[in-house]
């Protein structure tokens, strides 16, 4: 958010944070399955982002090469929405390379796995949201499980880490 992002680039830089997100995901524009308030809203992070990249270089801070997260989130999720999601970046990252030889390419797959929370606790905050009590962070645990998506990534030789990894 602009009324932030240079504060928190200077704490990211001053605790010796050296990664973060920027939500800017490759085939974004394509999804038609998402509803257009939330399109609306998914833009705007987009562009928030765009506008970040820059106070977030100076600071040293990096990012992933690619960020995939808001067109596969809560019931978007399934192993083939993951896969063409990856896909797709992949495809468009490897295409505005120099040369697109063989490297390694960073990927963040944005998820919110876990169980519903049940009022009064969960939640980020003051309690309990809708989205912590949703059905569909069980939806994503259960999919990010499943024996074919972890043999995709396999097939496709990626390794899955966290950004103190990088």
């Not at 992933?64 to 970046?89: C, E, Q």
């Amino acid at each position: 958010l602009a009324e932030v992002r240079h504060v928190f680039a200077e704490v990211l830089e001053e605790y010796g944070i050296k990664y973060t997100r920027v939500p800017v995901e490759p085939g974004l524009h394509n999804c038609d399955w998402i509803p257009p308030a939330l399109m609306d809203f998914y833009l705007g992070v987009e562009e928030d982002s765009f506008n970040t990249v820059d106070v977030f270089t100076r600071h040293g801070i990096r990012w992933p090469d690619i960020y995939i997260g808001l067109s596969t989130m809560g019931k978007n999720m399934s192993v083939g929405s993951i896969w063409s999601a990856i896909d797709t970046a992949i495809l468009e990252v490897m295409s505005r390379a120099p040369s697109p030889q063989s490297r390694t390419v960073t990927i963040e797959l944005m998820v919110h796995p876990g169980y519903p929370s049940v009022p009064p606790v969960g939640g980020c905050g003051e309690g309990p949201d809708d989205f912590s009590q949703s059905w569909e962070r069980l939806h994503e645990l259960q999919t990010l499980i499943k024996p074919e998506l972890q043999s995709h990534y396999k097939a496709r030789n990626i390794q899955l880490c966290s950004f103190k990894d990088l």
